[in-house]
């Protein structure tokens, strides 16, 4: 349980990989989900984080959601759920959990937590997050409106309630980031993603950006669609993060030239400054590895139907312009 700054409570789980040990830490992902359902919801998601990653997977359920405290879930409020697991996390000083290497990864609304989270660890004391990475998120709710309530259009900036405008904070990012993008995503348009991708690549900021495309991927099953290389996208821009950033001001082993800065703890680090990537495609007649979907007692297809609501915009969307907050099942 993460108490934040205001005093609500908000519920976690924890993973801890078998694998994790005190002489070398594994990398730790915060997961932010959608908009509809509840931590346990995710748990498919999780456990193939766990194995294929190779990482502790810290799943975190916003207020107003499952078992946290019954508060409206707001824009302000879901911000402060995000800095109080920043807080909570280098702060509990957790077993075999290392703060710089923490990656936060967002799907849908998630993936403006996540983009806030970014910003938010910039600004802080805390050390800056490792990696950044977003799946089938949008530039703002006023842009989501647009597409998928054009009659409410005309009148959005006197009834919208929140904003979420990742597509303007995501040129000040200068954390790694890794974009995943569904291209059949009939919720958040494709171009969405696209855009965030283009706005960070084109910033001045220097940064590792990488963007995969999952050709058949749509909204809420990018994850199952994707097949091995989607989780192969994952493991390389981890590993990439990883090479890029040498302590005590080394050179990048990759390109031997990148831009020496000081971290938020008062270390250096050296970042690759290279942000021109190539997109990555992958389809749905990659062979995919359900193991770990027998294991659970759910093939793909039953995995993909239990989440098949996750993220539903339209409801955001509603709740966006009602400003009304419901607590999630």
């Avoid at 239990?306 to 607590?327: C, D, L, R, T």
Wanted: charged share 20%; with cysteine.
């Amino acid at each position: 349980m993460i108490k934040c700054e205001d005093g609500i409570t908000i519920h976690s789980w924890l993973l801890y990989h078998p694998e994790n040990n005190a002489q070398e830490k594994l990398p730790t992902i915060i997961f932010f989900h959608g908009n509809a359902g509840n931590i346990g919801l995710r748990l498919p998601n999780a456990i193939q984080m766990y194995h294929y990653l190779n990482a502790n997977i810290l799943l975190v359920e916003y207020r107003g959601y499952g078992d946290s405290d019954d508060a409206k879930p707001t824009e302000a409020g879901l911000k402060l759920d995000a800095e109080g697991v920043m807080a909570y996390i280098n702060t509990k000083n957790l077993p075999n959990v290392d703060p710089r290497r923490i990656f936060v990864f967002g799907r849908s609304l998630g993936g403006a937590v996540a983009f806030h989270m970014a910003e938010y660890s910039q600004k802080s004391y805390y050390p800056l997050l490792a990696g950044l990475i977003v799946e089938n998120t949008f530039l703002s709710i006023s842009e989501m409106v647009d597409h998928l309530m054009p009659y409410v259009a005309p009148f959005k900036m006197l009834i919208l309630r929140m904003n979420w405008n990742s597509g303007k904070i995501a040129s000040t990012i200068r954390i790694p980031t890794l974009f995943l993008a569904g291209a059949k995503d009939t919720l958040v348009p494709h171009s969405h993603m696209l855009e965030l991708y283009n706005r960070m690549k084109s910033s001045k900021v220097d940064n590792l950006v990488r963007l995969h495309v999952v050709q058949d991927g749509t909204h809420n099953e990018t994850w199952l669609q994707g097949g091995r290389s989607y989780w192969k996208a994952i493991n390389q821009f981890i590993e990439e993060v990883f090479q890029a950033e040498q302590p005590n001001g080394a050179s990048c082993s990759k390109s031997g030239v990148g831009n020496s800065s000081r971290n938020k703890d008062g270390s250096l680090f050296q970042r690759k400054a290279s942000t021109a990537m190539t997109a990555t495609t992958s389809t749905s007649s990659i062979e995919k590895d359900t193991s770990v979907e027998v294991e659970l007692g759910c093939d793909g297809d039953a995995a993909a139907d239990m989440i098949s609501s996750v993220g539903n915009f339209i409801g955001m969307a509603k709740e966006a312009v009602s400003g009304v907050g419901k607590k999630k099942d």
